[in-house]
């Protein structure tokens, strides 16, 4: 979504906006504007597309600005309607995440009392509103001019009326305070203030702050004077650069071994074959009460939960659902008291995820977090929860907290197993075959350059099926979700036992099929479904165990993977379809990182 970034201090703020602007390129846009005030005017740039196309524009003077990336809601893809939003006179900048829900009626309103619009945004009737309320206190009039608006903001406001302060305020968009020495800022997530500093105060829900070059100060939407804590931020700078590889993606691919093993670092005890989960802060008699979990989720945290559906029911036999979050938070939902809710989350920030929480804690029900960004709402607002310990996920398509997430799940069924009917000898199995998977997955890392060759041999196919069973169904989805969403390329994922009953109408020569298919109890029935789609012509790419060679019979095309237990193999079989996905893009010359339409944390509707 939208990038914001602000500061005050005596430096020259505009090379500060840029750099900021660049850490928060992976969250996707399509415009970018820089707003700064000095020698009491506004001076203001905005352009559509990327912010390093025209650096020379960036040149503005004054040592307090705002900065903003732009990915579009309302209105189109313009100069005109990229961030900041200027008021009549000039005098007041706003820049904005989120949405004004009744910005209409607002514009008609501001319209008819003689302020002149000059874009199609939602955002601008913000400038206009603070222009209306302002009498001399910019604090007070964007506070009395949000009570006039429904929907999300995060926002930033400068004014030429007041240069030595910047106002900001949150409401469902995520917003943070940075403390320097002599100097603050403002930004959409942490991530923009490396290497400024490592203090940040995390804004809360309808929150306003204003910050000098000396201190902030927070209130809230109804005037009430809050103290802020200041939060140390514990990553180092380096974990958010590309260390020599072409693309964030592809280092986070390869730092998925050292990922895996901080998520179940002092979380499972092989010796006796228990995991335990700190921040769920349930005991176990809590942990036996539970006769149903829900997983609430989008996107590849979706397909997370779907994974973690499989391996709860294998290893505790708890009926388990995942759900969709733009959906559920519609629907009637059906919950009781022995009704456990998660909701996964890389950024902690999607909005129907959040949506969905809330409803669900409207019903009085526990709703617990499983997410990688500490401070994000979700982890906030959640009734406790597990980090995932991923490390800033840079890339737009996420692999990493992926696989952090189904670690995390595993160990969460071995938690559940064990109070219930897994036996000592099992748990100890699971979890010391869960401390080995870090090393098979640096053996599937060596086949990088294979992989890469196979993304080259099937470049030019239009269309994918992708096909699992059982725990390898939800790899399936998100091998083809992965193609789609960098590549461009059309995939489907499906189950290999569905395919029959429709889906197998497309194949023919041209479609391609990628079986996520171990060799495992359900092995031999995908095998059938092989021999059904090569009877049809299709192509297929088998990801499969190694030393399975007489697999090579029905296929096309083998990627081979370490043996581990069954309701492991979802953390092997993702490596080879994300360096598919990865590799298909990559040779297409694809912006990898950043794809089209996409932004890394969808905090719309
Ligand atoms: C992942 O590859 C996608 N970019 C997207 O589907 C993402 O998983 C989804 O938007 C959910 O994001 P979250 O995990 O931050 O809530």
Redesign the pocket.
Known sequence: MCGIIAYIGDKKASPILVDGLKKLEYRGYDSWGLATVDSGKINFVKSVGRIGQNLEMTNLVGTIGMGHTRWATHGGVTDQNAHPHLDCEGKIAVIHNGIIENFAKLKEQLINEGHKFRSETDTEVLSHLIEKYYEGNLKEAVRRALLCVDGTYGIVVISSKEPDRIVAARHGSPLVVGVGEGENYFASDATALMPYTKKVVFIEENEIVEITKDGFYTITIDDKKVDSKIHEIDWEADLAEKKGFNHFMLKEIFEQPKIMENAFAGRIIPSEGIAHLGGLNLTTEELLKVKRIIFI?????LHAGLVGKYMIEECASIPCEAECASELRYKRILLDKDTLVFV???????AD?IAAMREIQRKGIKVLGISNVVGSTIARETDGGVFVHAGPEIG???TK?FLAQITVLAILALEFGRVRNLSFMEGKEIASEIKKIPEKIKKILEQNDKIKNLAEKYRDYKNFLYLGRRFNYPLALEGA??MK?ISYVHAEGYSAGEMKHGAIAMIDEKFPCVFVAPKDSVYDKTISNMQEIKARSGKIIAVTTEDNYEIEKYVDDVIYIPETLEMLEPLLTVIPIQLLAYHMAEIKGLDVDKPRN?A???TVE
Do not use: F, H, P
């Open positions: 989720a989008c996107g590849t945290a996964i989350s890389q950024s902690g920030e999607t995820t737009v398509a996420s907290a979700l992965k969403e996409l890394k944390s969808v």
